[in-house]
């Protein structure tokens, strides 16, 4: 099963910038989804962006839309999330996810998961 590890998390205050990175193990098949996902102390885990790897359309989780960015790096093998304009609400361990989605943003139908990095947003 392919590895996924993660990096770039940090405390930050609000309205500062991040840059998650998540580094594959394996070639990214093109037909395969990369995504983003989060979960917050109590909260479910929630899609935060994905594309697949391929290239195409990104699509953004509502309260992230404009903020956030999704990327792939065939060469590098890697999937970054720019995170910009932080919020304490964005305050969540952050993992990243690969697999022949089912639908882009829910977990079912994604196999391969990193061990989560954290992020954490002070007002």
């Known amino acids: 099963q392919m590895k996924l590890t993660e990096s770039g998390g940090a405390s930050v205050q609000a309205g500062r910038s991040l840059r998650l990175s998540c580094a594959a193990s394996?070639?990214?098949?093109?037909?395969?989804?990369t995504a983003w996902f989060r979960q917050a102390p109590g909260k479910g885990r929630e899609g935060v962006a994905s594309v697949y790897a391929g290239g195409g359309t990104r699509y953004y989780a509502g309260s992230v839309k404009g903020r956030f960015t999704i990327s792939h790096d065939i060469g590098k093998n890697t999937v970054d999330l720019q995170m910009n304009s932080l919020k304490p609400e964005d305050t969540a361990v952050y993992y990243c996810a690969v697999g022949v989605c089912e639908s882009p943003l829910v977990a079912r139908g994604y196999d391969s998961w990193g061990q989560g990095t954290q992020v954490t947003v002070s007002p």
């Open positions: 394996e070639y990214i098949y093109s037909s395969y989804c």
